[in-house]
């Protein structure tokens, strides 16, 4: 049960997380970014919500409110949005019980609380390429992923039992690791050849 749940969160996410004012948002003029930004909420009512930027420019929205993609006027035939819509409704299921799992090892038994993450990638002219995928709790950074190993570095002692949940597959991390360094980047091209042409 948990694997496929595990496999679409870290492997398919076409849809992503920022957090405003994070570096990446403004990339060096020679490079392009594509970033992509989670926000898991507990109050007023559970809420996920994610959306993807094209150097610090909005492409879509989705939330788990209306369980669906919106694109921004000018990326509206850059993807099918019903697929799109439907791997964001499983990656919200999937950040919501991360939410509340967080929430139990805390103790935190109601209450407003965030999961928010941020994930992508930067292409320079030079071929320089980057990736980044962490998660802040409340504010304070919570679990990172270190690329190079690859594993999920906890920063918080709830984080330790999302990191063992989270790489329990063990061809996770690879799978996350490929997904930055690869699929990002051929994603990112894919809106650098759409926003040339259209
Ligand atoms: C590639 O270009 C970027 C942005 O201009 C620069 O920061 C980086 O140092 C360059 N890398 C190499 C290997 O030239
Ligand atoms: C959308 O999903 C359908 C069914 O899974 C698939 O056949 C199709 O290739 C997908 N389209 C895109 C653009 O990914
Ligand atoms: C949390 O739940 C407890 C027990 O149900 C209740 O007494 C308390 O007022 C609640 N706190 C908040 C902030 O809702």
Redesign the pocket.
Known sequence: MMGPLVTVFFLLLFSGTIVLGHKYHKP?K??DSLVYEDVDRSEPKPLFTNKAFFNGNLIYQYDSDSQRAVPEPGWDNVKNWNNVSQLQKQRGDFAMENLQEIMKFNKQVNGSHILSGHYGCTL?Q?G?TEGFWSYDYDDKLFIEFDKEKPAWIPKQPAAEIIKQKWEKDPGAVNRAKAYLEKTCIDELKKYQHYKKTN
């Open positions: 060096e020679q490079c320079c030079n320089t």
